[in-house]
């Protein structure tokens, strides 16, 4: 074994290794970045219950046999929306339905409920 270097003693190099040791994981902390937490994107619309809303809704107009019209533009916006995810005009022929569901709830039409009306109140809030 090599003799240590003169004015260094054991206990001087323990100290010295200890500093590096120290050293060394501050560096390596220091370089680890924190997490950056992704940008939350915006939710506007639950895409999830657009699509099953926009499909009951086709079902109870189509069961109660009126707008036709509207019955065509939400199939026709539902297979857009199915390709491309984007529920800009689904949103629109939903908040179409909408009035025309309210006015059918006000008229008492049997099959219109109040949770439908509500639900699609809640995918347009």
């Known amino acids: 074994m090599v003799p240590p270097p003169k004015g260094l003693?054991?206990?001087?190099?323990?100290?010295?290794?200890e500093r590096m040791a120290k050293s060394s994981t501050k560096t390596v902390a220091e370089k680890k970045a924190p997490a950056?937490?992704?940008?939350?994107k915006p939710k506007a619309v639950s895409t999830l219950n657009i699509e099953k809303v926009s499909?009951?809704?086709?079902?109870?107009?189509k069961a109660l046999n009126i707008e036709h019209q509207l019955q065509e533009e939400i199939q026709w916006c539902l297979g857009s929306y199915r390709y491309d995810q984007n529920p800009t005009g689904l949103l629109e022929?939903?908040?179409?339905?909408?009035?025309?569901?309210?006015?059918?709830?006000?008229?008492?039409?049997?099959?219109?409920?109040?949770?439908?009306?509500?639900?699609?109140?809640?995918?347009?809030?």
């Open 36 to 40: 950056k937490k992704a940008a939350a």
């Open 9 to 17: 003693t054991f206990a001087t190099l323990l100290k010295q290794i």
């Open 93 to 125: 022929a939903t908040a179409k339905s909408l009035a025309v569901l309210k006015q059918e709830l006000t008229k008492k039409t049997k099959g219109v409920t109040a949770a439908l009306v509500n639900n699609i109140e809640k995918v347009l809030g």
């Open 55 to 61: 499909e009951d809704i086709l079902a109870k107009l």
